[in-house]
C-alpha cells in the first residue's frame, strides 16, 4: 500500500431534510480491502454512489485515482470497475454477449473469454442471463466490473441473497482481484464477510463515521469479553455460585437451562469444567465464543430494527 487511491473530505449529501451523508472524511490506500457497514440508510450506498460520479455530493472533496469523480468522469471510468446492488441485464443477453459488450467501452479492455475463464463462466458463455443462477449472476457482475481492467473496483451488497458456497466462492474472487493488484471497496450488511475479506473497515451509522480501523484492533478496542456458553440440563442454579467466585469471571448469565460465562476463556474455562464436575452437573453444548465485528457493530450502532 503506497498512496491513496481515495481521499474524502468533508462529504456531504442530503435529500430533502435528511442527511445521508454527513460530512466524512477518510482515505483508501492502494492495493487494500476497505470495507464499509452500517444499519439500513446509514449512507453506504450514497457514499459509494458519491464515489463512482453517479451522485453529486452537496459539499466536501472527492478525489478517486486523483481524479474528482464528477469534472473527469469520462477519465475515470477507464480506470475504474463497478458492481452494483443489482446486476440487471436483458432476460435474452448472453453472457458472452454482456462481456462483450462492456469491454467495447473501455479502450484497452482485458479479453472477454479470459475474463469468462478465470470467473468459471465459460461454459455459460452462450446462456442467457434469466437462466443463471444467483450465484453464476454475481460471478457476471464481477466479470463486468472487471473486464476493463480496472485500478479500483467497487463491489456494493456483493453476496446479498447468496446462499453459504456461493458466498464464500464470492469472497475467494475477490481476494484473487486484490492478489491482481488492485483496490477493492466494498460495502456488506454481513460482518463476518468484512471481517474476513477488509484490511480495514469503516463503520457509518446516521451518515457519520462512527469506528475506523482494521477489524482486529476495532474487537480489541471494543474490550469485549469473551463467552462459554453451554447447556446445563436444567440444573444452571446449582452451579451459579460456584461460577462467579472463580478468579476472571466478571459475570454470569442463566437463561433456562443454558449458561453463559463472561470472562477469558483461556483463564476460567478448566476452573468452569471442574466447578461443574464438583456440583455433578451434567452438561453439553459447550462453546466459546470470541469477541467479534459483529459485537462492535452493536455496541457502535444500537440493537433497534432500523427500517
Not at 481521499?7 to 464499509?36: H, M, P, W
Not at 455459460?124 to 453464476?136: E, Y
Not at 444452571?236 to 455460585?241: R, T
Request: hydrophobic share 45%.
Amino acid at each position: 500500500m503506497t498512496g491513496s487511491v481515495i481521499t474524502v473530505e468533508s462529504l456531504q449529501k442530503s435529500y430533502g431534510s435528511v442527511r445521508a451523508v454527513d460530512a466524512i472524511t477518510f482515505e483508501v490506500a492502494e492495493g487494500e480491502i476497505f470495507g464499509v457497514v452500517g444499519p439500513n440508510g446509514a449512507g453506504k450506498t450514497t457514499t459509494i454512489e458519491c464515489l463512482e460520479g453517479l451522485r453529486t455530493p452537496d459539499a466536501g472533496t472527492v478525489l478517486v485515482l486523483g481524479l474528482d469523480p464528477r469534472r473527469d468522469g469520462g477519465a475515470l471510468r477507464e480506470l475504474i470497475g463497478a458492481q452494483l446492488q443489482q446486476c440487471a441485464l436483458p432476460a435474452r443477453l448472453r453472457v458472452g454477449e454482456a462481456v462483450r459488450l462492456f469491454a467495447s467501452f473501455y479502450k484497452r479492455p482485458l479479453d472477454p473469454g479470459a475474463v469468462l475463464e478465470g470467473l468459471g463462466l465459460a461454459d455459460r458463455r452462450k446462456v442467457a442471463f434469466a437462466d443463471l443462477s444467483g450465484g453464476q449472476k454475481q460471478r457476471l457482475s464481477i466479470a463486468l466490473a472487471l473486464v476493463g481492467d480496472p485500478q479500483l473496483v467497487f463491489f456494493d451488497e456483493l453476496t446479498s441473497g447468496l446462499d453459504p458456497q456461493a458466498r464464500h466462492a464470492t469472497w475467494d474472487l475477490v481476494r484473487d482481484v486484490r492478489a491482481k493488484g488492485k483496490t477493492v471497496f466494498l460495502t456488506t450488511h454481513y460482518m463476518e464477510e468484512a471481517e474476513r475479506l477488509c484490511d480495514r473497515v469503516m463503520i457509518v451509522d446516521a451518515g457519520r463515521i462512527v469506528a475506523l480501523d482494521a477489524p482486529a484492533a476495532l474487537v480489541r478496542a471494543l474490550g469485549a469479553e469473551q463467552r462459554i456458553a453451554f447447556d446445563a440440563d436444567g440444573r444452571a442454579v446449582d452451579v451459579l455460585g460456584a461460577l462467579r467466585a472463580i478468579p476472571g469471571v466478571e459475570r454470569v448469565e442463566p437463561s433456562g437451562g443454558r449458561v453463559v460465562v463472561y470472562g477469558q476463556s483461556d483463564r476460567v474455562l478448566a476452573p468452569i469444567l471442574d466447578a461443574l464436575q464438583e456440583a455433578h452437573v451434567s452438561f453439553h453444548d459447550l462453546r466459546t465464543e470470541q469477541p467479534s465485528l459483529e459485537d462492535v457493530f452493536l455496541a457502535m450502532t444500537g440493537r433497534e430494527m432500523r427500517d
